[in-house]
Nanobody, 125 residues
């Protein structure tokens, strides 16, 4: 069974950086559209960023542009989310997701059919 495993979360102070990783257990990873979503306590899951299969196109939530960078390594089967200048409002569980039957960037959570277990990011003020 294909799995996505996130890592890299933690507790940091305001202004710090973190890099999240999402490792896929299947080499067909390179053909999937991928995305990051997050869910804060008491809130709905929201789109963070997406990257197409070739790592050529990316899209971000408007509020996160300039601070977050999504990328992927199709040789290592890993996707990354570099998060800079973290703020308390970035506190959430971050999920990576795969749209195994899509190749383009997608910001709709319903288009993703495979999800990781999530990694907690906590930003203290």
């Amino acid at each position: 069974q294909v799995q996505l495993i996130e890592s890299g979360g933690g507790l940091v102070q305001t202004g710090a950086s973190l890099r999240l990783s999402c490792s896929a257990s299947d080499s067909t990873f390179r053909t999937w559209a991928m995305g990051w979503f997050r869910q804060a306590p008491g809130k709905d899951r929201e789109f963070v960023a997406t990257v197409n299969w070739r790592n050529a196109n990316t899209r971000y939530a408007n509020s996160l542009k300039g601070r977050f960078t999504i990328s992927r390594d199709n040789v290592k089967n890993i996707m990354y989310l570099q998060m800079n200048n973290l703020q308390p409002e970035d506190t959430a569980v971050y999920y990576c997701a795969a749209a195994q039957y899509e190749t383009r960037t997608i910001d709709r959570s319903g288009a993703y059919n495979l999800w990781g277990q999530g990694t907690q990011v906590t930003v203290s003020s």
